[in-house]
T-cell receptor, first 114, second 112 residues
Framework: AQSVTQPDIHITVSEGASLELRCNYS??????LFWYVQSPGQGLQLLLK??????LVQGIKGFEAEFKRSQSSFNLRKPSVHWSDAAEYFC????????????FGKGTKLSVKP | NAGVTQTPKFRILKIGQSMTLQCAQD?????MYWYRQDPGMGLKLIYY???????DKGEVPNGYNVSRSTTEDFPLRLELAAPSQTSVYFC???????????FGSGTRLTVV
């Protein structure tokens, strides 16, 4: 069955520290992978996406993610976290469009200490 | 502003009442989706549509109905509201070959 696992429910990092949010997926075909961010009371905003090619993808707000097929992972990273990055982050996998729908992980809530 | 517009933002329903959650997009996207979000559970797909006149069930369709008479609009109907339908509902759209959803800002629904 297709699934997405985000092992960390809540992570707290200090401002200026580096960040890595984990995402593991199970998907039968070549996956399309996404990271979304949700600020409190808001909808989800697309951070970055991976379809093919270079396994290190750059996104908005200084985020990047690396696709590792051998580990079925798509971890999100940022070298230096800002207080405004505090939010909930969702990993998603799917084929998109008429080929199927995105399956979302349960999310990781990020808190940032001053 | 271009995007996905959801109305209302908040609503309280009594058990057994009905309502329609509205969703409209002005990006000429073919694909539209309804998700519900419950704390700690991520997003669950309720219904989706690949174009006007075509809809299909997602993971949690019971208690809901949808229609897609135009490309722009994708309303979600709740019949006989139940407390289990208390949730935040998100509508999203996606263009052909432009993978990545655009989400609305959500409707927070409470059934009492």
């Amino acid at each position: 069955a297709q699934s997405v696992t985000q092992p960390d429910i809540h992570i707290t990092v200090s401002e200026g520290a580096s960040l890595e949010l984990r995402c593991n997926y199970s998907y039968g075909a070549t996956p399309y992978l996404f990271w979304y961010v949700q600020s409190p009371g808001q909808g989800l905003q697309l951070l970055l996406k991976y379809f093919s090619g270079d396994t290190l993808v750059q996104g908005i707000k200084g985020f990047e993610a690396e696709f590792k097929r051998s580990q079925s992972s798509f971890n999100l990273r940022k070298p230096s976290v800002h207080w405004s990055d505090a939010a909930e982050y969702f990993c998603a996998v799917g084929a998109g469009g008429s080929q199927g729908n995105l399956i979302f992980g349960k999310g990781t809530k990020l808190s940032v200490k001053p | 502003n271009a995007g996905v517009t959801q109305t209302p933002k908040f609503r309280i329903l009594k058990i057994g009442q009905s309502m329609t959650l509205q969703c409209a997009q002005d990006m000429n996207h073919n694909y539209m989706y309804w998700y519900r979000q419950d704390p700690g559970m991520g997003l669950k797909l309720i219904y989706y549509s690949v174009g006007a006149g075509i809809t299909d069930k997602g993971e949690v369709p019971n208690g809901y109905n949808v229609s897609r008479s135009t490309t722009e609009d994708f309303p979600l109907r709740l019949e006989l509201a139940a407390p289990s339908q208390t949730s935040v509902y998100f509508c999203a759209s996606e263009g052909s070959g432009n993978y990545g959803y655009t989400f609305g800002s959500g409707t927070r629904l409470t059934v009492v």
